[in-house]
């Protein structure tokens, strides 16, 4: 809430401080010139720093992320990057420099997104830094004055932010150390760069030393402007009478020193205030001294014996120089002074500085330019660290002021719009009353703190019927996007475990991620806690404390990344930012609602609003619009916190139901669920019209559509050039946009829960319609709800916004050879990232531009031609198109009924493997989506289906279902192939395409072969007209049968047509079988098959093949134990003794044992065996000469051998 003398109409966004990606940050060690005291030199290289925050502590915290000093610094002749970071880490050792450019030209792409950071041989002394912007090349130049007195030109070429291997150049080409003369026998204080080429450096003696770059020497030509006073000279001669000194940074300041320098417009004079309270100018030509005047405008008093006053030589800004000519005084510029003596400004206009008497012009003496920090910060002793002026459009009109003011730890930025030409008692009114205050933003502790999602005051034994866990409600908010940085975490988990965990760390996996190590360790430490204690109450009160202890050290991290460091103003963008330890603010313009929330005592206070929330709330509508909101919202928070979580969790259920219920029964149901009348007493009524300023029966229908509409944003202004979003553009974008959905949901609950509670009141307004505002409030909260998962879920599959971003990711995935980039973004970052000039952006949005911005990127997702609905489906289709399985479950109970948010969730249901649950739904939206008049250009605007796919749809269901069988088929969910290519079949009508229904049968008798179901698969086979294809397939299947052991089944079919076909490939297969000992039966099978058919003599002539393959196995005399020949002769007499006497005979090749030379293949071989004609009885004499061998092996009679050469050698 602000604070009661300030209206608040700013706010801060804060934005992390993280690398764009691993290996994005340079890390270069600068050369020296001079010798360490052990007689070596630093060497200087370069390296790409590896970002680990894993077992930092918190010394390694600050020394890498907490800043002592940092600034922004804007390029004014070149167009990109123009925005920089600086920031002094690792005790002013360390300077990182960052590339924080909202946006970049379309045609762009590189973008700046690698982080410099140059480390110096010595600590860079305070006030010892200054940027320029080179006009002859693309470059950044940094001035740095070391300890050491070493002067640094940095030239940093613009390829060192775009192009990770442009800074592997040579050092030496681009840093320059000198040390100037000067600084030999002089302190340097303060550093200003002029350009490129000049620089002003302020000495501890009260000189001023003008540096100007000689190119034809390469040196730095050196110029000293210094009053004459000879009895300075004379007290420095005598130490017991020297000048006034003040000690700063290890060193004595003379009171004379600059403590802040600046060249006029005109490039004629420097002006400085120096440390004795005075304001001095010089003349850049003639080195003469010029006016010189006490900050306030008081006469001297050399004889005076009170005691001096001295300006503090830390104090950052006591004068700034304004180009606005003009005036009652007619001055070429003016000077702005700050004095710290009474917190007084004044505005000096400057006519000849020169002229020590008529030179100079306070331009308004009769008023005290004093700002009421006493009063807005609610303190008697405080400081005014910076400020800023801002001219007006025309000239002093609507100029502003910007300050930064500390008190304590505190520190708030405070700005004023004032006329200086107005009449005085306007002006002192306006000083004294009209400053505005920033509010420092939900990332602050205390903002943290009133966050309804931090669970660091939930009960343990709170109800958790609506609730998720309690670790999974402290994960969730500690991950929640741009919240906390990973290194705080980090550093937190460290401390933690060497605090409560007592040094043990938890077990977990190497590859754990940061979430499960900080769950291991807070479960880890609270079992230790526990003992051998079973109680599960006990553990959840454990666990809870040892989160709370966990959150204590983030929250004591996080802080100190919040300390203030800099407020710096953008003149071209006009809009100002603010420099934190570990942050970059933007200060934005808050939107309406956020205005209402900031100032609930203004907008309750009766009468009508004055000062800046006056002007900004002018109109009787607006006003009463403004009562309602806050009422609303001060009715909302005198409820318990047991309904707030009960209520939330019924609107949810709500927001999600598609039953056909009346609007008055919703509202009813709602209300009695939630038991609201109950909660209210009659003091929350009583305050209810107190803050109204009205009678609860006097609100009107339009007032609440007012209220409502005040949320969206109306557009304005023309569409621009073309531009694409930066990274840090994205970022600042998101955070925007998750400030503004939070403080819009809250509005919209406010009113639904007073809504609610005013149906069931007597005499209310006749133009006040409940349930219409009820559906507008479902509607509203039905997106708010949508955008605010899309902002608050995060996915690892970023994707481009522009030319930049994509040639980022495509460099990002050549070097770690994945697919898979190592960066997440939000959900919203992802699918509308690249959308974010989608909607115009009026030219002078100044401060608002974040705001303003932020409103109409969240309405891309919801407009006129993207319906709720269709955005539901175009959103699943991208979690889907991009394998977000997980991320697709979640949302998809907010598709709605529909057949292609059916399709959808079929689809779905395939990925998770829930095949079942996928058929059913692909069947729901089988006749609409094939039949109907189906778009799918107008439904898959993300191609989820592909290209080859899209004539899938609305050309009959048997295309339909060839789709879906072939998504179940990528799956090898084959039962379900089937059953979708039955279902293509049944639903051919008449003569359709002959192609088609053959590629439906080939799907379907592939499945039904995968699935052993054979009777499909033959019947499909049957189906074929195609005969080549059908002859493949059959062998196929008959293969297939007969590897799974369904021989039985297999002799069944009819195999009508098909039966010499089948005897072929089984004839094949019988000549192919290498082994007869292993592998499938072929001759078995081929006889069986033969005998179903009654062809007993081609049954026995394959028994007789194998007969003659069994004799030439493995030797030619057999073991006596084996009767595998005469169990073959045995089956071949049978089967010839089942035909007449005249057909008991076959036809079988004779042997050729030795009779076919080698080379011959196996198919001419075959050719040159000859037929001959076995008998019944010629097989009956074989059978008994088998017996007759057998029994001779056994009673020990062996046959004998003949012996070739090749054995005889041997013997």
């Not at 800074?167 to 303060?190: G, H, L, M, V």
């Not at 004629?268 to 005047?293: E, K, M, Y």
């Not at 005084?329 to 400004?345: E, I, M």
């Amino acid at each position: 809430m602000a604070n009661n003398a300030a209206t608040c109409l700013c706010r801060e966004t804060r934005l992390n401080l993280e690398p764009a990606f691993p290996g994005s940050t340079i890390s270069i060690t600068l050369p020296t010139t001079t010798s360490s005291s052990f007689g070596s030199r630093p060497q200087s290289k370069r390296t790409v720093a590896i970002e680990s925050s894993a077992d930092q502590d918190e010394d390694a915290f600050s020394k890498r992320h907490l800043a002592s000093e940092g600034s922004m610094y804007f390029r004014r002749h070149h167009s990109y990057p123009r925005t920089f970071l600086w920031r002094l880490l690792d005790g002013r050792k360390a300077l990182e420099l960052q590339s924080v450019d909202l946006d970049q030209e379309q045609e762009n792409t590189l973008e700046a997104n690698l982080t410099l950071m140059l480390r110096f041989p010595s600590p860079i002394r305070p006030f010892g830094i200054a940027f320029a912007d080179p006009e002859d090349r693309d470059a950044l130049t940094v001035f740095a004055v070391t300890t050491t007195n070493e002067l640094f030109t940095l030239t940093l070429p613009r390829d060192f932010f775009t192009k990770p291997a442009a800074s592997e150049q040579a050092i030496n080409d681009w840093c320059k150390i000198s040390s100037p003369f000067s600084f030999a026998t002089s302190i340097p204080y303060r550093l200003v760069a002029l350009n490129a080429h000049e620089l002003l450096y302020t000495l501890h003696d009260g000189a001023i030393l003008y540096l100007k770059w000689d190119s034809s020497d390469a040196k730095w030509k050196e110029s000293i402007y210094k009053e004459a006073n000879w009895s300075g000279t004379v007290r420095r001669l005598m130490p017991w009478k020297g000048p006034e000194t003040i000690r700063f940074d290890g060193g004595d300041l003379e009171s004379s020193a600059a403590a802040a320098v600046a060249i006029s417009p005109d490039n004629s004079h420097i002006f400085a205030v120096c440390l004795n309270h005075r304001l001095r100018a010089w003349n850049i030509a003639t080195g003469r001294p010029g006016l010189h005047i006490d900050l306030l405008g008081e006469p001297d008093h050399p004889n005076e014996k009170a005691a001096p006053y001295f300006i503090g030589p830390s104090q950052s800004t006591l004068m700034t120089i304004v180009n606005i000519p003009g005036g009652v005084d007619g001055a070429l510029y003016h000077v702005v002074t700050y004095s710290p003596k009474q917190h007084r400004f004044k505005i000096w206009g400057i006519r000849d500085a020169n002229n020590v008497e008529h030179g100079i012009r306070d331009c308004r003496s009769d008023i005290e330019f004093i700002p009421p920090v006493d009063d807005l910060m609610n303190t008697t002793v405080w400081t005014l660290e910076e400020f800023i002026v801002v001219p007006g459009p025309a000239g002093w009109r609507g100029a502003e002021f910007w300050i930064r003011a500390r008190s304590g730890l505190s520190s708030k930025v405070y700005s004023l719009k004032f006329d200086l030409d107005e009449e005085q008692a306007t002006l002192a009114h306006v000083w004294k009353h009209e400053w505005v205050s920033v509010d420092s933003g939900p990332l602050t502790i205390e903002g943290l703190k009133q966050n309804p999602e931090n669970p660091i005051d939930q009960d343990v034994y709170e109800e958790d019927a609506f609730n998720p866990g309690l670790s999974e409600k402290w994960l969730g908010f500690l991950f929640y996007p741009g919240r906390f940085t990973a290194a705080t975490l980090e550093t937190a988990l460290v401390v933690f475990r060497r605090g409560h965990a007592r040094g043990r760390v938890a077990p977990t996996p190497s590859n754990a991620s940061l979430q499960e190590r900080i769950t291991a360790a807070i479960a880890f430490s609270a079992g230790e806690g526990q003992g051998s204690s079973s109680d599960y109450s006990g553990y959840e009160e454990a666990v809870s404390a040892q989160w709370q202890a966990f959150y204590a050290l983030v929250k004591d991290l996080h802080k100190r990344r919040g300390d203030s460091l800099s407020l710096v103003y953008d003149f071209q963008k006009d809009m100002p930012w603010l420099v934190l330890s570990d942050y970059l603010s933007a200060i934005r313009n808050c939107s309406e609602v956020e205005v209402i929330s900031l100032n609930t005592t203004m907008v309750a206070s009766p009468g009508k609003f004055t000062g800046p929330l006056g002007k900004l709330i002018a109109t009787p509508q607006a006003c009463e619009v403004s009562r309602l909101v806050n009422a609303a919202a001060s009715f909302r928070k005198c409820l318990p916190d047991s309904f707030q979580s009960r209520f939330l969790h019924l609107v949810e259920t709500e927001l999600l139901q598609s039953r056909s219920v009346s609007v008055v029964d919703r509202m009813e149901s709602l209300e009695q669920d939630s038991d609201l009348s109950r909660q209210v007493s009659d003091e929350d009524l009583s305050l209810l019209v107190e803050e109204l300023a009205m009678d609860v029966r006097d609100l009107t229908t339009d007032i609440f559509m007012e209220a409502i509409s005040s949320l969206n944003q109306e557009e304005h202004g023309h569409r621009k050039d073309p531009k694409q979003i930066t990274r840090f553009g994205l970022n600042a974008l998101l955070r925007t946009t998750q400030e503004s959905l939070i403080s819009n949901t809250t509005v919209l609950l406010d009113l639904l829960i007073l809504v609610l509670f005013m149906q069931f009141e007597e005499d209310l307004s006749d133009d006040f319609d409940a349930a219409e505002v009820f559906v507008e409030i479902m509607y509203e909260l039905k997106d708010y709800t949508v955008l605010k998962w899309l902002a608050g879920t995060t996915w690892s599959k970023p994707a481009p916004t522009g030319p930049a971003s994509e040639h980022m990711m495509k460099h990002l995935a050549e070097s770690v050879h994945s697919k898979k980039l190592p960066l997440t973004q939000t959900v919203l970052e992802g699918i509308y990232g690249h959308r974010s000039f989608d909607r115009p952006l009026p030219h002078g949005l100044k401060a608002v531009l974040l705001t303003y911005w932020s409103r109409t990127w969240m309405r891309v997702v919801f407009n006129k031609e993207n319906t709720f609905d269709s955005a539901m489906e175009e959103i699943m289709s991208i979690l889907l198109h991009q394998e977000q399985y997980t991320l697709a479950q979640e949302f998809s109970k907010n598709l709605p009924e529909g057949n292609w948010s059916a399709y959808l969730k079929g689809r779905l249901h395939i990925a998770l493997g829930e095949y079942h649950l996928g058929s059913i739904q692909f069947q729901k939206a089988a006749y609409n989506l094939a039949l109907g008049a189906f778009s799918l250009d107008d439904a898959d605007s993300k191609d989820l289906i592909q290209e080859h796919e899209r004539g899938s749809f609305s050309e009959g269901l048997p295309k339909y279902y060839l789709h879906v069988l072939g998504l179940f088929e990528r799956k090898k969910a084959y039962s379900f192939v089937a059953d979708f290519a039955h279902l293509a079949l049944r639903s051919f009508i008449g003569d359709e395409e002959e192609e088609l229904k053959t590629e439906i049968l080939s799907r379907l008798f592939t499945a039904s072969t995968s699935t052993a179901r054979f009777d499909d698969a033959y019947s499909a086979l049957t189906r074929y007209t195609d005969t080549k294809l059908r002859d493949n397939q059959l062998k196929t299947l008959v293969k297939s049968m007969i590897e799974r052991s369904q021989i039985e089944d297999f002799l069944k079919l009819p195999f009508l047509g098909l039966a010499d076909d089948v005897d072929a490939i089984l004839s094949s297969f019988c000549q192919t079988s290498l082994n007869l000992s292993s592998g499938p039966p072929y001759h078995q099978i081929l006889y069986g098959f033969r005998i179903s058919r009654g062809d007993f003599r081609g049954a026995a002539s394959v028994l007789y093949e194998r007969l003659q393959r069994l004799k030439t196995t493995s030797s030619k005399v057999h073991d006596p134990a084996d009767d595998s020949l005469a169990q073959c002769y045995l089956m071949i007499i049978n089967t010839l003794s089942s035909v007449g006497a005249e057909d008991a005979y076959i036809l079988v090749n004779s042997q050729l044992e030795d009779g076919i030379p080698k080379p011959l293949a196996l198919g001419k071989a075959k050719k040159l065996l000859k037929r001959h004609i076995v008998t019944l009885d010629s097989l009956r004499k074989e059978y008994q000469a088998e017996l007759d061998r057998v029994a001779a092996i056994e009673g020990g009679q062996f046959p004998l051998m003949e012996i070739d050469d090749q054995t005889e050698s041997i013997l």
